[in-house]
């Protein structure tokens, strides 16, 4: 069968990478690894387990610490920062504790690779001078939706399918699609300590949302999450530790590293008897006496220590430098000026009105990057700022008063960091570009500039724009804006979080497949990802050429029509372009109608709305707001799923060679780039310019199809959701969201991305309406009605605005070091005595 456009796979970044990148993987004598978040790149510093190979775990290991009446805004949260270093073998270790309301939390992982499993060692530390009553999850994810993936109950110690209070470990499998006993993925085992103690378990929670307040689900993808809570009383100045141990197996279903495969249900009674073992001999190896005595999830009897002994051992817990995460109200601004939500529009309006200049705008921005984005426990959506921010600032107010009318001016904009800047370092998240300046901006960066615009600084990402789950780049990886434990979707998810928590007033980023509106629809903005050409991508690093969409995120219709008006302009240099030209609207703004929506057919695609996970709470909330497209004078219509793209014939070789070929177009004009064309890893003689016009043409076929089918089915516009479950946890293993993708990416036609408000979980929800070819004005339109109905736009709690402090000084903000924890010190026990 002749691959199609959307079948074919273009190749990932094809540059070499610096031996330094990835996760810190220990692998064990059956051929799995256990791939764990320490400090190293993308530094998520959890002290969780990614991944193993066999993919037992999916973002496993992870804390989450309740500390009874604590305003930390650490307080429940996934907790990270703790500088976890790993040292060279097997064991990962706290170079920073980890303070949350008074309570310091250090981490060690020990990794035993001949009988794979691990040992989390985890202490508590009250440092104030009163009792503290802590609720602890340890858990994250083991599979994900409701197919062979998910995880199912195993077994517990006590021989039932309910774990209680009376089990010392549990254990889980993921049933293969052809029934029985054989495990897909790897089966897992946790121990959790000796039965009957609250300090080794007391409820059973849902580590996703909060454990402490929600019960895990015994079906659905969250039933994937299991957090084992317990409850600690700490005395002050005095340590308490956990002791969890996970088993993983591998596969039942599949071959890994050359071994066969192993019989159905052997690897699942191997990591039960396992965890069986360690339920009733814990491995203590180097521990320290004090370490063991400290520890209170397993009976004194199990630790192989005596009574006397502990008690004539005094343990200092703490031997590292301790940080914390400043509560916001502690956190002040330089700028009288509150930005929190204001639209381009009511930025300009008060600045024309004399209300604010663009100092101070400028000024507010840095400020909340300084006091939200920044070290081991911010977001992490900002690479760097323009170094002349508050200078490019003063010119924009200077050139106000001259009366200068341009419709950008002053108006602070990020830009996605795969997108030229002259004037700040372009990495795409990589360290093989750090520092790396280019010659001249992106077209669109050069529209934005010419109208005034400030470009404040450069947007995290998900290194080269790989990752359309997760912003993980070499400088960091980004959290979501509206939950601190969560992806921010990729790859464009620094623009999105740092917009939805008012870090500039408008950013730009890219989209190769769900990469404006995955990330734009968990954060609860704006976005268009237009037909092909509508925008130049020219300056910018490739992922797929030809598919690849340079576009913006706005936070309202009205900004992003402001914001295309300025750069959605034809390109002379960018043959990309031509087919746009002519069908760009002269007036963006010209669409906006209240009416937008009267009398229009909306078509929903058969399954369009279904969750492959399996959830029901955004689909049915998505559902909900049909009726405001029908207040809006719309009608909904159920028709077909969309046809299939275009067979690819020949050209199927020359589509999977679009990687290359964008790096080498790339790399053409940017002679000065520290990588050179000698660097791509993979020989190839490109494309020849009857190729490429001959892909293009195969994205017109796919375009007219849609088309076609629209209009058979008698619809103006077809409607999509963004994200379709609750975004997942910023350390799981690679599905982050449950989406179905429209065709926007593999066709080249226009979706509008909008917000629709939230589910009954809190969790910020969108929609996306698709067009035809140069339908994009209109599909404004559209969006603005619905606008005009019901505003859907939430704005993240977790970083409200700051307080004026006009005696304050401006805080400095730095670049995001990729290297600042990864020659973090290991903890050093050498004067306590150890258990062998």
Avoid at 131 to 149: E, H, R, S, W
Avoid at 652 to 663: D, L, P, Q, R, T
Wanted: glycine share 10%; with cysteine; aromatic share 6%.
């Amino acid at each position: 069968m002749a691959p199609t456009l959307a079948a074919v796979v273009v190749a990932g970044t094809l540059l070499t990478t610096p031996a330094a990148q990835g996760l810190t993987s220990v692998p064990t004598t059956t051929g799995d690894s256990w791939n764990v978040h320490d400090s190293a790149i993308p530094g998520l510093d959890t002290g969780s387990v990614r991944n193993t190979a066999a993919n037992a775990l999916q973002g496993f290991g992870g804390l989450r610490v309740r500390v009874r009446g604590g305003k930390s805004p650490l307080n429940g949260i996934l907790l990270r920062g703790f500088g976890i270093t790993n040292d060279g073998r097997d064991t990962f270790t706290t170079s920073r504790g980890v303070e949350v309301d008074g309570v310091v939390v250090q981490r060690e992982l020990r990794l035993n690779g001949s009988e794979s499993y691990g040992r989390f060692f985890d202490s508590f530390t009250n440092t104030r001078r009163t009792p503290i009553k802590i609720d602890i999850a340890f858990g994250g994810q083991l599979g994900y939706g409701t197919g062979v993936n998910r995880a199912v109950l195993a077994g517990t110690s006590s021989g039932d399918d309910t774990i209680t209070d009376a089990d010392s470990w549990a254990s889980w499998y993921s049933p293969s699609s052809g029934g029985g006993s054989a495990s897909q993925n790897g089966p897992s085992a946790t121990v959790v300590g000796t039965p009957g103690r609250a300090e080794a378990f007391k409820t059973l929670g849902n580590f996703l949302r909060d454990p402490f307040r929600n019960p895990l689900p015994t079906t659905g993808d969250e039933a994937n999450h299991p957090g084992l809570v317990s409850q600690l009383v700490i005395k002050p100045g005095e340590t308490a530790s956990l002791a969890h141990f996970v088993v993983t197996g591998r596969s039942e279903v599949r071959a890994l590293a050359g071994n066969p495969i192993p019989a159905a249900g052997t690897e699942v009674a191997a990591v039960q008897s396992r965890a069986a073992d360690l339920a009733v001999s814990p491995d203590l190896a180097g521990l320290s006496t004090g370490e063991v005595c400290s520890v209170v999830n397993f009976d004194p009897r199990a630790l192989g220590v005596r009574p006397k002994t502990c008690a004539r051992t005094t343990y200092n817990a703490i031997r590292v430098p301790v940080a914390g995460a400043t509560p916001a109200e502690s956190l002040v601004t330089t700028s009288p000026y509150d930005v929190v939500g204001k639209s381009i529009e009511q930025l300009t309006a008060d600045m024309e009105a004399g209300a604010t200049d663009a100092q101070q705008i400028t000024r507010a921005y840095l400020d909340r990057i300084a006091a939200y984005d920044r070290g081991p426990f911010g977001l992490h959506a900002v690479l760097a700022v323009a170094p002349d921010a508050m200078r490019q600032a003063k010119a924009a107010d200077a050139a106000r008063k001259r009366g200068d009318k341009r419709p950008l001016l002053g108006i602070p904009i990020l830009v996605k960091d795969i997108i030229d800047t002259k004037d700040m370092p372009t990495t795409g998240g990589s360290l093989l570009f750090d520092g790396w300046t280019p010659q001249n901006d992106a077209w669109q960066v050069q529209k934005l500039r010419e109208s005034g615009a400030i470009i404040l600084g450069k947007a995290n990402l998900s290194k080269f724009a790989n990752s359309g789950h997760f912003s993980e780049s070499d400088y960091g990886q980004v959290w979501n804006a509206f939950d601190n434990s969560r992806s921010s979707i990729g790859s464009s998810g620094g623009s999105a979080v740092a917009l939805a928590s008012s870090f500039a007033a408008a950013v730009m980023g890219t989209q190769s497949g769900d990469s404006l509106w995955g990330p734009a629809g968990a954060a609860s903005l704006y976005s268009l990802r237009g037909t092909d050409g509508m925008q130049s991508s020219a300056g910018t690093m490739p992922l797929a050429l030809i598919q690849d969409y340079v576009g913006f995120m706005g936070q309202s219709v009205g900004d992003l029509a402001s914001l295309l008006d300025v750069a959605a302009v034809d390109n002379p240099e960018d043959v990309l372009d031509n087919v746009a030209n002519g069908h760009r609207p002269a007036d963006w703004t010209a669409e906006l109608s209240k009416d937008a929506l009267r009398g229009k057919v909306i078509g929903v695609p058969a399954h369009a709305f279904d969750d492959p996970f399996g959830s029901t709470e955004t689909s049915d909330a998505l559902r909900a707001k049909f009726a405001v497209f029908e207040k809006a004078g719309a009608t909904i219509k159920d028709i077909p799923v969309a046809p299939a793209a275009p067979s690819m014939g020949d050209l199927g070789s020359v589509w999977s060679e679009g990687n290359y070929e964008g790096w080498k177009q790339w790399l053409e004009a940017h002679p000065d780039s520290p990588v050179g064309l000698d660097q791509l890893t993979r020989a190839s003689s490109g494309w020849t310019e009857e190729e490429q016009r001959a892909v293009e043409a195969v994205r017109v076929d796919y375009r007219n199809r849609l088309a076609a089918w629209m209009d058979d089915n008698g619809v103006d516009v077809v409607l999509y959701p963004t994200e379709l479950s609750d975004v997942h946890l910023n350390d799981s293993s690679g599905n982050s969201f449950g989406r179905r993708d429209p065709q926007s990416s593999d066709a080249g036609v226009p979706t509008m991305i909008f917000p629709a408000g939230v589910n009954t979980h809190d969790q910020v929800v969108g929609f996306q309406l698709q067009g035809k070819a140069f339908q994009d004005a209109e599909l404004l339109g559209f969006a603005y009605a619905y606008e005009a109905v019901d505003n859907g736009r939430v704005l993240p709690s977790i970083a409200p605005a700051l307080k004026y402090d006009k005696h304050a000084s401006p805080r400095a903000i730095a670049p995001m070091d990729p290297l600042a924890d990864r020659h973090a010190t290991v903890r050093d026990r050498t004067r306590e005595a150890r258990v062998s």
